[in-house]
């Protein structure tokens, strides 16, 4: 069946079966993360960027071509989520830019959406790389302007853009050397492509189910107002996470965490299991969770906290000041470390979890103060905080820390008395100073570096790059600071987190001042999930 024109409610329902066959297929781009660290969640980025997407679309009142492209350009924008979100929010940007003005599409439409969408994505990235989403979407739209000519069919012309789209993604290891090393093609692009492959199917009439198996997470601030006193908060941390591919029932993991809190729902299937308790040992649920599977989504907050946070917000609105601040992270230790610096809004978020668009900017309108300073402290966070800073009407700036210790660091460095520019100038480049090692595990067989890494062994980072790999936390940190210390380092800072006991963290001071002779050293309770350590070097 010749095809030569899409219009408006055939565009709808290519937008949604995209949406569909990403959300089928998410787990598979998932496990194309570079590193075997517990924090693979580009298709799960890319799948909550595009439904907030299509949760725009779904309110429109008008469905007109024009109207379906802007709608999916803001709700993405807003619900953008990690590198890959934001990326694929510019896609639909430029989409609807070269969509202006349409009222049907034909090949030569299409080969204008696809060039501006690439167009405005390359923009927007600073230093754009190549072997990425961005190549797939560049090389995928240079064929479209080449040859859309010689196409009056859209079905095949999208048939053969799709097969220079996997084209391009079965070459990407040849262009980025950490993809060919992990034996993986670029996440990106391959959420990309099951997005083209979802919208043909739906030009076709081929209507793709969505697998619905995640349920929706339990916002604690609707839980608080179960409670009229903080002495009523009997298990103090909600909990939530997901368990991916579980080796067991949720009936199973359930009977191993029902005398452990109260408020408890633990759901799911062969491929996920969702569970949410209020608990006073969050570390414990997590540690008995991941003997179950790879956990994602992973989110505590401390229900008490935030209770006495409403009392007061309530009592009294936020006076006006100078400098405001915004940090991103994830632990009750580091939350603490960082609103002793003074910060406003400390967003849960990092790992497996990163916060969106909408997130960040909402922290920063929330905050009444002349100059609003984001700490992203997570190098998949630091694009989505600059796409708030360029959608507030408000002076944010972003200080491109890639990790808690650099963004510690960077607020140290604040003065009050300065004015915003120098500020910024000597937090960002306080963030140099500092060496990030962090301690986690496999959650695959890999070969990296020329060594040979088993799922669930240890595996120790410098500032991203694996150096090591064990079977004991405490082994591998060591081996991972005499790495990190030179002749120039003056304090090593150990944050453990909520599956390290504390007698075991504070035994760690002595075996560092011995390979650290010359340093200072601090053991801080970091309290963040999946990584066993966070070590910073100055």
Request: hydrophobic share 40%; proline share 2%.
């Amino acid at each position: 069946m010749n095809i030569k024109y899409i219009d408006n409610i055939t565009f709808k329902k290519m937008l949604l079966g995209a949406a569909a066959n990403l959300e089928n297929n998410k787990a598979i781009v998932d496990s194309l993360n570079v590193f075997p660290v517990p924090d693979g969640d580009t298709g799960t980025n890319m799948n909550l960027t595009v439904q907030s997407a299509m949760k725009e679309i779904s309110s429109l009142s008008e469905s007109t071509i024009v109207h379906i492209a802007e709608a999916a350009a803001n709700g993405s924008l807003m619900g953008a989520r990690g590198n890959s979100g934001v990326i694929l929010s510019q896609l639909f940007r430029g989409m609807s830019k070269g969509l202006a003005g349409a009222v049907k599409i034909d090949c030569k439409v299409i080969a204008e959406a696809f060039k501006s969408a690439s167009d405005t994505a390359y923009k927007a990235v600073m230093r754009p790389v190549e072997g990425t989403i961005l190549t797939v979407a560049r090389e995928t739209a240079e064929k479209a302007m080449e040859v859309y000519a010689d196409y009056d069919d859209a079905d095949a012309f999208l048939e053969m853009l799709i097969e220079q789209a996997k084209d391009t993604l079965r070459r990407t290891p040849e262009m980025l050397k950490v993809l060919k090393q992990a034996d993986v093609v670029d996440a990106g692009g391959k959420g990309l492509v099951f997005l083209l492959e979802g919208a043909l199917s739906a030009l076709r009439g081929v209507e793709i189910k969505q697998e619905k198996s995640e349920m929706q997470i339990v916002e604690t601030a609707v839980e608080l107002e179960e409670f009229t006193s903080e002495d009523e908060i009997i298990f103090a941390y909600c909990t939530e996470f997901f368990i991916k591919n579980p080796k067991g029932t949720s009936d199973d993991f359930l009977s191993k965490i029902y005398d452990k809190g109260d408020s408890i729902v633990c759901v799911g299937n062969e491929n996920l299991i969702k569970t949410h308790i209020h608990t006073n040992n969050p570390g414990q649920i997590l540690a008995i969770a991941v003997k179950y599977g790879e956990l994602s989504k992973i989110k505590i907050d401390n229900m008490k906290e935030q209770f006495r946070e409403r009392v007061k917000n309530s009592k009294k609105s936020q006076e006006k000041k100078k400098y405001g601040f915004v940090s991103i992270g994830m632990g009750e230790g580091i939350k603490k470390v960082f609103t002793d610096l003074n910060v406003d809004v400390f967003l849960s978020g990092g790992q497996t979890m990163n916060p969106s668009t909408e997130d960040i900017l909402e922290a920063a309108e929330n905050i009444n103060a002349d100059h609003i300073i984001i700490f992203p402290n997570n190098g998949n966070i630091i694009l989505a905080a600059t796409q708030a800073k360029e959608i507030s009407k408000k002076d944010i700036h972003v200080i491109p820390s890639k990790s808690i210790p650099q963004g510690i660091t960077a607020l140290l460095a604040f003065k009050e008395e300065n004015d915003v520019e120098e500020n910024v100038k000597a937090m960002t480049e306080a963030v140099k100073e500092v060496k990030t090692g962090q301690v986690t595990y496999a959650v695959r067989d890999t070969v990296f570096n020329d060594m040979e890494i088993k799922i669930d062994e240890i595996i120790a980072l410098s500032d991203g790059d694996i150096v090591s790999h064990g079977n004991s936390p405490e082994d591998e940190a060591i081996e991972l600071i005499k790495e990190m210390v030179d002749e120039d380092s003056f304090l090593v800072t150990l944050f453990y987190g909520d599956s390290v006991d504390k007698k075991t963290a504070e035994g760690m001071k002595e075996r560092i001042e011995e390979i650290a002779e010359e340093c200072d050293v601090e053991i801080i309770y970091g309290g963040q999930p999946l990584y066993y350590y966070i070590i910073s070097v100055e």
